[in-house]
């Protein structure tokens, strides 16, 4: 496919984008401008996003991309845990505040990372159609990693977000979800955004023992 037909591809899939995919965008791209102001809305609109995306990830996508749709109903329930840690506070200060992993929660996050990238890929290949069980299951596993790391206000889960948005990008413009693309595009820059500015924000954090 030459860059001709890269772009009349692109055009064409844009043109037929469906509602949800477009509420989908506009939702998860707030989410993430609020997660990397620190600001408790991320979960919320979040959760409209990712419920969307997995319809359309299930439903919608041919063959479905059935990794990025089970990443999507797991956003939720990390959503809900997320919001409920983020509220927590003692006397007025924040329980989980902005911080660097330790050594146990950078091994733990690796551990997970492994696990859920081969039981991912493992699930695709043997029990689905898929044709991208590789790079469905990277996206998923990053992602998942990236959550739980986001759910603690670790800094490192800005990272694991900009690897996951690099494979999201031509995974979602081969399944044709145009206006996914350029969203994960935009991910990736506000995922270097934010972990820049959740950089600084941890030298000005108040911390507390619970």
Not at 31 to 36: E, L
Not at 52 to 79: K, Q, R
Not at 102 to 115: A, C, D, P, Q
Not at 171 to 189: A, R
Request: charged fraction near 10%; hydrophobic fraction near 55%.
């Amino acid at each position: 496919m030459d860059i001709g037909e890269v772009f009349q591809k692109f055009i064409s899939d844009f043109l037929t984008t469906r509602w949800q995919e477009w509420i989908s965008t506009f939702a998860q791209l707030a989410s993430v401008w609020y997660a990397r102001k620190n600001n408790i809305w991320v979960y919320p609109t979040g959760i409209v996003g990712v419920v969307l995306a997995a319809w359309l990830y299930f439903f919608i996508a041919h063959p479905p991309l059935y990794a990025d749709g089970v990443l999507n109903l797991y956003y939720l329930v990390m959503s809900l845990y997320g919001w409920y840690q983020w509220s927590r506070k003692k006397e007025e200060i924040i329980i989980f505040p902005i911080s660097w992993c330790t050594s146990k929660e950078m091994i733990n996050g690796i551990i997970l990372f492994i696990v859920s990238w081969l039981a991912i890929w493992a699930l695709l290949h043997n029990f689905t159609n898929s044709n991208t069980p590789v790079l469905d299951a990277l996206v998923s596993a990053t992602a998942a990693t990236a959550m739980w790391w986001m759910a603690l206000r670790k800094i490192e889960n800005w990272l694991a977000w900009i690897v996951s948005n690099l494979v999201a990008i031509p995974l979602n413009f081969y399944k044709g979800f145009m206006l996914f693309t350029l969203m994960y595009v935009v991910f990736l820059l506000m995922a270097w955004a934010g972990f820049v500015s959740w950089k600084k924000m941890a030298q000005t954090t108040p911390t507390i023992k619970t």
